[in-house]
Nanobody, 120 residues
């Protein structure tokens, strides 16, 4: 069964940095696009950043220039380096990964979420 395990959430002061990690496992053919989403209290879940297996990245305008997404294909792990954090970055962060399952076709998996709190 595909599993995504996140780590790295916590409390940080505004202007500080934090790195999130997500290790994916259980796919026979690896993972294609991997990414990070976040959901703040009272808000809809939004895309933060994505990265393809080839290393092509995409960022939400709100985090562009502050966050950096990367991945280690050998470890099936995706990272999110967050710099210059703002209180509005406070949210539960979820990792996501697309993969192919011979019995189901193309599917996606989600992590359990990790809380990031930025204090002012």
């Amino acid at each position: 069964q595909v599993q995504l395990v996140e780590s790295g959430g916590g409390l940080v002061q505004a202007g500080g940095s934090l790195t999130l990690s997500c290790a994916a496992s259980g796919s026979m053919f690896g993972f294609n696009v991997m990414g990070w989403y976040r959901q703040a209290p009272g808000k809809q879940r939004e895309l933060v950043a994505t990265i393809t297996s080839g290393g092509s990245t995409n960022y939400a305008d709100s985090v562009k220039g502050r966050f950096a997404i990367s991945r280690d294909n050998a470890k099936n792990t995706v990272y999110l380096q967050m710099n210059s954090l703002k209180p509005e970055d406070t949210a539960i962060y979820y990792c996501n990964a697309d993969y192919f399952d011979p019995s189901m076709g193309y599917d996606e998996g989600w992590g359990q979420g990790t809380l990031v709190t930025v204090s002012s």
